[in-house]
């Protein structure tokens, strides 16, 4: 991964404006249960409890803005809880994010899609926009995330803030 990263979604700058229109449109509506990560990530669980797919949120691609590279590991490889799975670049190239793991687990897929088209995040963050998947060591544990409706307070909370 980049070790340069001048901002990492866990800083991106809420802009109250787009929090608003955000919540007020609902954006994106899901068919799905999904995690969410105050960093903006997003993880979607198989049935096994232990096989997942970790993208970022819509929030989290509008705020940074038409993507242009995203950095993935070669899988298989071991990632610790709270290390980055990936690194996404934006605009211009000044803004990297990181993309994060709620708990240990193998990268066992990258979206390789990605790699020639990375603005397939901005068109469907949630769908082809996936980022990676991988195989937690131990059974999901969702205590440290969000679902939709606690993401969207979260949302709400950020732009007081703000």
């Not at 340069?4 to 109250?16: D, F, G, I, K, T």
């Not at 819509?58 to 610790?80: H, N, R, W």
Request: proline letters at 5%.
């Amino acid at each position: 991964m980049q070790t340069y990263l001048s901002s990492s979604l866990r800083s991106l700058s809420l802009r109250s404006n787009f929090t608003r229109r955000f919540l007020a449109t609902g954006a994106v509506r899901l068919n799905h249960p999904l995690y969410f990560a105050e960093s903006h990530e997003w993880y979607k669980v198989d049935a096994d409890n232990r096989t997942c797919t970790i993208g970022v949120s819509d929030f989290a691609q509008k705020e940074l803005g038409s993507i242009v590279y995203v950095d993935m590991p070669d899988p298989p490889m071991d990632v610790a809880k709270s290390d980055s799975v990936a690194a996404i670049e934006c605009g211009d190239g000044k803004a990297v994010g990181e993309v994060y793991t709620p708990q240990d687990c193998e990268i066992t897929e990258v979206n390789s899609a990605l790699v020639d088209d990375p603005s397939i995040i901005n068109a469907d963050p949630y769908g082809k926009g996936w980022i990676v998947k991988v195989k937690f060591g131990e059974d999901f544990d969702p205590s440290s995330l969000m679902d939709k409706d606690k993401y969207e307070k979260y949302l709400e909370t950020c732009e007081r803030h703000h």
